[in-house]
């Protein structure tokens, strides 16, 4: 007689540790000490508090049953959360981070073990979240809504090895316990050690909603001029303009993207005057420090934006000199219509479409026609043609490459002092293969501007095409702080990919591929990566099937746009590339 099958429903979490492999061969008995101290002092702790069981730990992960799912997502939470507490006080080499992932379903029973389809979505979730992050199904989502402190995102229906049917994943994004994300780390963003600040969008109070571009020009200025200093640390334009017309708790932007400080806004235009209103704020008070408003003629708009860059710098440090502040002036434009198309192009490149960068090149020419000596303009010129060229959508990839570089190269001729021109001309010579030279004007745009993400990103890109690719993950990292909550962190996240696919570290490689198509669906290069990640692998039906996106985002794939992205001084770092195109499916 067949023995019958005992089932039951049960909220399951599965856990492992990213980059173990790694962390073991660098510090075997270190890595081994370490995780068994997180087990005991932490995990175990928070699973029994939550009325969870642990079924086994593996090496690198754990799988535990819940009898609710809500104590199941409280414990991922609050394990992400304890994990980021205790990695604050640990070397980079030293810290262990979690991916979690958490499913509900249908579980069969073999003694102390379970197994089954809800056993293994769970694994899967896991394999989905970010670093320092946790993954729910759809299922979990349903049940926890509204019963944990928590806020999730949508990420779509995701088909899985061996899941027969999509699964629909849910991201953990915030919660008053969870981690916020730290570049791939997933630790809470601790304050950094020199005075930091985030400019928000100003608001546009014109009855012109058309003039919204201009206000964001402005406070888009005033970051610039802020990011010239050294001695402070400001946050990206685009992690901090996600908060663009919505209301926003001060205290909370400055938990999510670790800063001291928050300048918030707006802007009134009416014929020729304008008027600028701006505050700054202590985050972790709400306490006002400084609040002004500035009334002046639009052609004085250069002098305001100094003015409220230099009272502000004045309020947060005391110290920065007069000549700092004068250096820290932009090179302005001579003509405000040309830095009004300018303004617009920006506008057009931040959330980049085809026709998009095609709108942003024509306002950088007509600066141009206003303007021939405005540095800005070729910087946006050579940034929409590198955009052309790594979104798929250029027709000669050499000759885009080629007006790319000239743009920057002539920007950079201009304004010496502009870091944005220096990273899209060192990303132009990567691509290129002016290996020595683009390293010069990848270290000269870090140098020219340390808090630029894009700047530290190409960095990280010039560090892996040129052999050293573990310096580019700690570049890619530093941009991931710099704009923590940057709409385009899927580009970081392709460059942070690039140079674990060069250390063979092919899980994590996998992982942040998976991540970047999670944020980016259309990108190429994010199925690109999972491709190829996953054909090293063995995974052949997943680095297959993240072949044919690739196909589907660009019919025209060959061996000319291989050729063009694969710019690496080692011929045995392009060929590896290429190997995994070819396992997973490329017959070029």
């Known amino acids: 007689m067949t023995k019958k099958v005992e089932r039951r429903l049960a909220a399951i979490l599965s856990a492992d540790v990213v980059g173990y492999s790694n962390l073991m061969e660098a510090d075997e008995a270190g890595t081994l000490a370490r995780l068994k101290a997180h087990r005991a002092e932490l995990f175990d702790p928070i699973t029994e508090e939550n009325g969870g069981r642990i079924v086994k730990l593996m090496g690198d992960g754990a799988l535990v049953e819940f009898p609710s799912v809500v104590g199941a997502v409280r414990c991922a939470i609050e394990v992400q959360r304890g994990m980021s507490m205790r990695n604050e006080s640990l070397t980079e080499g030293e810290r262990i981070t979690l991916r979690i992932g958490v499913n509900l379903g249908d ?7 379970i197994y089954g389809e809800g056993v293994n979505i769970a694994a899967r979730l896991q394999g989905l979240a970010a670093p320092g992050g946790v993954s729910v199904s759809g299922k979990v989502h349903d049940e926890v809504r ?27 994004t915030s919660a008053d316990e969870a981690p916020t994300r730290q570049g791939d780390e997933g630790a809470d963003l601790a304050l950094p050690s020199k005075p930091s600040i985030a400019v928000l ?3 546009n109070m014109s009855e012109d909603a058309g003039q919204e571009y201009f206000a964001d020009g402005i406070a888009d200025d005033i970051l610039t001029g802020l990011s010239r200093f050294h001695d402070l640390f400001v946050i990206a334009r685009n992690s901090s303009f996600i908060y663009k017309g919505s209301a926003v708790d001060i205290k909370q932007v400055g938990r999510e993207l670790g800063v001291r400080y928050v300048l918030e806004g707006g802007v009134r235009k009416a014929g020729d005057r304008v008027r600028i209103t701006a505050q700054l704020i202590e985050a972790e ?3 006002h420090l400084w609040a002004e408003k500035y009334d002046g003629e639009l052609a004085d708009i250069f002098d305001l934006q100094d003015e409220i860059t230099a009272s502000v710098v004045g309020a947060i440090q ?11 002036r932009g090179k302005h434009p001579s003509n405000l ?6 303004m617009r192009g920006w506008a057009e490149w931040i959330h980049p479409t085809q026709e998009g960068m095609a709108n942003a090149k024509e306002h950088a020419r007509a600066a141009l026609a206003l303007d021939a000596r405005y540095a800005t303009a070729y910087t946006l010129l050579g940034w929409a043609d590198m955009l052309l060229l790594l979104y798929g959508w250029s027709a000669d990839h050499q000759a885009t490459i080629r007006t790319a570089k ?4 002539r920007a950079v001729e201009l304004d010496d002092g502009d870091g944005a021109a220096y990273a899209v001309l060192g990303c132009s010579l990567v691509l290129s293969r002016e290996h020595d030279t683009a390293l010069a004007a990848c270290e000269r745009a870090v140098r020219v501007n340390p808090n630029l993400a894009g700047a530290a990103h190409i960095r990280g890109l010039a560090y892996v095409c040129t052999g050293r690719p573990a310096e580019g993950v700690e570049e890619c990292r530093r941009a991931l702080r710099l704009s923590p909550r940057d709409p385009e962190t899927f580009g970081f996240l392709n460059t942070l990919a690039m140079c674990q696919y060069a250390l063979r570290d092919y899980e994590a490689a996998a992982g942040t591929a998976e991540e970047l198509v999670a944020l980016k669906p259309d990108y190429i290069f994010g199925h690109w990566h999972v491709a190829i990640a996953c054909a090293q692998l063995g995974r052949t039906e997943r680095a297959e099937r993240a072949f044919q996106e690739i196909l589907r985002i660009k ?16 011929r045995a770092e392009y060929e590896h590339e290429v190997d995994g195109l070819r396992k997973a499916g490329w017959q070029g």
């Open 318 to 328: 005391t110290s920065v000199s007069f000549a700092e502040i004068e250096r820290a």
């Open 201 to 203: 969008p100003f608001n």
């Open 406 to 409: 000239e743009s920057a190269r």
């Open 107 to 113: 579980v069969i029973i073999e003694g102390e073990d």
């Open 555 to 570: 019919p025209n794939f060959d061996q000319a746009f291989i050729d063009a992205v694969t710019p690496f001084q080692d």
């Open 146 to 172: 509204g019963k944990v402190e928590a806020a999730f995102e949508d990420q779509g229906e995701k088909s899985v090895k061996n899941i027969a049917q999509p699964i629909r994943v849910y991201a953990l």
């Open 285 to 287: 008070t709400g306490n």
């Open 337 to 342: 219509d040309a830095h009004d198309h300018i």
